[in-house]
């Protein structure tokens, strides 16, 4: 377990991702063995400048990365009645699905580039960092997977991209 926490933190560390780390590995149930190793969403330096989002290699170490938030995220916005989704939030989202497709990672660090429907869908990153995580473990050779999507109360997109995972 430790040589594991050793690898992801070079890797993690040599990826220039995080700014901070809060690492842990707590057993999920007890008297199990499964190490969980947890980082912070806050992302500065290189990542911004376009270095490359390369965290394939956790998945050689068997480890399962997952990232918690949401591509479109605006609580100001929110519909709380419901309704249907705002049109901003649905061209960022899709946006977004076709940068994960083409493998368009640029775009995804960049994305205040993408103006206005940006703006809004991200009024603050911590809910879209994580999409970062994810898009840096799709390999060369493979397509992102979407296994969920679809808007709640109108500025909440609740896409959700997996790497590694065969199309359905």
Excluded: C
């Excluded at 890797?11 to 590995?25: D, E, M, N, P, R």
């Excluded at 061209?91 to 083409?102: G, I, Y």
């Amino acid at each position: 377990m430790r040589t594991l926490a050793k690898n992801l933190l070079l890797i993690v560390a040599l990826a220039g991702l995080l700014a901070g780390f809060t690492w842990s590995f707590p057993a999920i149930q007890k008297g199990t063995d499964f190490p969980a190793a947890y980082a912070a969403a806050r992302m500065v330096g290189r990542w911004k400048s376009g270095a490359p989002l390369e965290l394939a290699p956790l998945r050689d170490e068997g480890v399962l990365v997952v990232g918690s938030g949401n591509v479109v995220h605006n609580l100001r916005l929110m519909k709380r009645v419901g309704g249907p989704a705002f049109d901003w939030a649905v061209r960022f989202n899709e946006r977004v699905r076709e940068a994960l497709a083409s493998r368009d990672h640029r775009a995804l660090v960049e994305f205040e580039r993408l103006g206005e429907d940006a703006r809004l869908a991200v009024p603050t990153p911590e809910h879209y960092l994580p999409l970062l995580y994810i898009a840096g473990l799709q390999r060369e050779d493979e397509q992102m997977s979407f296994a969920v999507d679809g808007y709640e109360m109108g500025s909440l997109g609740m896409l959700t991209a997996v790497a590694g995972m065969p199309a359905s």
